[in-house]
C-alpha cells in the first residue's frame, strides 16, 4: 500500500469516530462532524430563496401566514433548539407538501393546509419537520455523504475507474428523501413536542391516513394505480403503513386526557383557502388551460393529460406523444412570428413544412422538425404566436409513425388558443374550501353533489372530512367543500 494511500485511510477513521456526537432531541450517537450547526443554518439561507421560486412563492393570506408561524414557533419552543431563529413558510403550492431545511427553515404547502381537518393535524406534520432540524437529519446525511466520498476517492486512487464519483453530495438536492429510521425519528420528535402544547397525538396517525387515502384518489383521478405517487410528500417518504402503525404506537404511550384539537378555530380560518392550482399561475379546467394574468386560454385532446408546473404546461398521451407550453424570451415581441421562430426559437434546425398562420387574430408560424433524444427519434412541430411584446411558443412532439394521426388533432389546439378580454380573466376566480353547515335532510350523496370536481365526489368529500364523517354525517357538523 502507497504512503499516502495509508495515511488517508486512517485520517479518515479518525474524522469519523472524532465527529460523532450524543444528539440531545434524540438520545443517539450521530455522525454530524463534517457540517456545523454554522453551516446549517448558511445553508437553510442560501436555499431558502430558490424554495420560494420553486414552488409558487409564499401564499398570500395574512392571517393563515401569522397562524402558521405563531404555532410553528410556540412548537420550537418547546424543542431542544428553542433559541434558533426559526421561520416557517406557507407555499402558495397545491401539492401536499411539508419539508424542511437545516437552520430552522420549515415549509408547509396551502394544499397541506386545506387537507387537514384541525390544528393537531397542523401541529403534527409542523412537529415533525422541526423534528429533522432538531436530530440534525440533513447533517448527518452530509457528513455521510462526504466521507463516503472520500472514502470513494480513495478507492478510486487505488484501483482506478469512476469509484471516485460515488456519492457526491454536492450534487444532490437538500431535500433529497430521508431514510426510514430519520422519518421514524421525526415522528417521535413531532409527537414529543405537540403533545407538550396538550394537542392531541393520535392527530399524527389520523392525518397520516387521510394522507394516504387522497394519494390513493388522486391516483384513480390520473388513472394511476398504487397506494403512493409522486403528488404528495409519501413520494420520497418510508412505508407509509408502517409509519400510521408507529405513530398510533407511540400516541397510545401518552395519556388519554391530551386530547386538544382545536377543530373550530382551525376550520374558520381556512374558509376561503385556495384550493388546487394557483390562479396566479394560472388554472386546469377539464382538457383546458386558463391564465386569468396573461389572459390566455387553450385546449388539449381528450386522450392526453394536463399538468401545470410553475415554467411549463405540459400535456402527455400514453404513448409518450407531448405537448409542452411555454412563454417566448424576452425581449423579441415586435418580431414576426415567422422571424421569431427561423432566426431566434428554432434557429440551429432546418425546419421543414413552414407556415405563416392566422391564430384568432394572432400572428403565428409553425415549422417541423425530426429530432433525436434520450428516448429515440421524435418529430418536434414549433408553434411561436406573437402578440405585440409577449412571445407564446408550443412544441408538439410525437412519435414519427404517430405524427400524420396526430396532425389534426394538435391543429385543433392550435387554433383553441386565444386572448380573453379582461373581463372574462376578471370572472375566473379558481378553486376554494367553503364551509357547509350539514342540515336534518342532507346526506353524504347531496352534498357531495356541490363539490367541484371532475369525478369521484363522494371519495373526495370523505377524504376531506375523514375525522368529521368518522361516525357518519351528523346535522350540526362543519364540512368542507370545493367550491368555485
Not at 391564430?359 to 429515440?376: P, Q, W
Request: a positive charge; hydrophobic letters at 40%.
Amino acid at each position: 500500500m502507497k504512503p499516502f494511500i495509508l495515511f488517508s485511510v486512517f485520517a479518515l477513521l479518525a474524522v469519523s469516530t472524532s465527529g460523532c456526537s450524543v444528539n440531545p432531541a434524540t438520545g443517539k450517537s450521530s455522525f454530524t462532524g463534517l457540517m456545523s450547526e454554522q453551516q446549517e443554518l448558511n445553508v437553510g439561507k442560501q436555499e431558502h430563496p430558490k424554495i420560494l421560486r420553486q414552488f409558487g412563492g409564499a401564499y398570500d393570506h395574512a392571517a393563515i401566514t401569522r397562524y402558521v408561524n405563531d404555532l410553528g414557533q410556540r412548537l420550537a419552543k418547546e424543542s431542544e433548539l428553542p433559541n434558533l431563529k426559526w421561520t416557517f413558510t406557507v407555499l402558495d403550492d397545491p401539492i401536499i407538501n411539508a419539508f424542511a431545511l437545516p437552520g430552522g427553515f420549515i415549509y408547509i404547502s396551502r394544499g397541506l393546509i386545506a387537507l387537514a381537518e384541525n390544528e393537531a393535524e397542523l401541529a403534527a406534520v409542523l412537529g415533525h419537520e422541526i423534528g429533522h432540524v432538531t436530530a440534525r437529519h440533513t447533517a448527518q446525511r452530509y457528513s455521510k455523504s462526504v466521507l463516503t466520498g472520500v472514502g470513494a476517492t480513495i478507492l478510486g486512487a487505488v484501483i482506478g475507474g469512476p469509484a471516485g464519483d460515488i456519492a457526491n453530495f454536492a450534487g444532490q438536492a437538500y431535500l433529497a428523501s430521508y431514510s426510514r429510521d430519520h422519518e421514524m425519528e421525526a415522528d417521535m420528535l413531532g409527537i414529543r413536542y405537540m403533545t407538550k402544547l396538550g394537542y392531541d397525538p393520535k392527530a399524527s396517525a389520523s392525518f397520516f391516513k387521510k394522507l394516504a387515502q387522497h394519494t390513493e384518489l388522486e391516483a384513480r383521478m390520473k388513472g394511476e394505480q398504487g397506494q403512493q405517487s409522486h403528488y404528495s410528500i409519501f413520494a420520497s417518504h418510508p412505508d407509509t403503513r408502517k409509519r400510521i402503525a408507529a405513530s398510533s404506537k407511540i400516541a397510545q404511550s401518552y395519556p388519554p386526557e391530551l386530547d386538544f384539537l382545536n377543530q373550530k378555530t382551525y376550520l374558520a380560518l381556512i374558509n376561503g383557502i385556495a384550493y388546487g392550482e394557483s390562479i396566479k399561475q394560472g388554472l386546469i379546467d377539464g382538457q383546458t388551460f386558463v391564465h386569468p394574468d396573461l389572459r390566455i386560454r387553450f385546449s388539449v385532446p381528450d386522450e392526453f393529460q394536463l399538468v401545470n408546473k410553475p415554467d411549463m404546461v405540459v400535456a402527455t398521451d400514453k404513448n409518450g406523444n407531448a405537448i409542452v407550453f411555454t412563454m417566448g424570451k424576452k425581449g423579441y415581441g415586435r418580431l414576426t412570428a415567422h422571424k421569431y421562430l427561423t432566426e431566434i426559437w428554432a434557429n440551429k434546425y432546418n425546419l421543414r413544412e413552414l407556415q405563416t398562420l392566422d391564430i384568432n387574430g394572432l400572428d403565428g408560424a409553425t415549422g417541423l422538425v425530426r429530432i433525436k433524444n434520450s428516448k429515440g427519434v421524435r418529430d418536434l412541430r414549433y408553434l411561436a404566436i406573437v402578440d405585440g411584446n409577449e412571445i407564446f411558443q408550443f412544441q408538439f412532439l410525437t412519435l414519427p409513425n404517430m405524427t400524420e394521426a396526430l396532425a389534426l388533432p394538435f391543429r385543433k389546439v392550435t387554433y383553441s388558443f386565444e386572448r380573453l378580454s379582461q373581463r372574462e380573466a376578471n370572472a375566473i376566480t379558481g378553486y376554494h374550501i367553503t364551509l357547509y353547515r350539514a342540515g336534518k335532510k342532507d346526506s353524504i350523496a347531496s352534498l357531495a353533489q356541490q363539490m367541484k370536481v371532475e369525478k369521484f365526489k363522494e371519495d373526495w368529500l370523505k377524504v376531506l372530512n375523514k375525522e368529521t364523517l368518522s361516525d357518519g354525517l351528523q346535522a350540526g357538523e362543519t364540512l368542507k367543500l370545493i367550491t368555485k
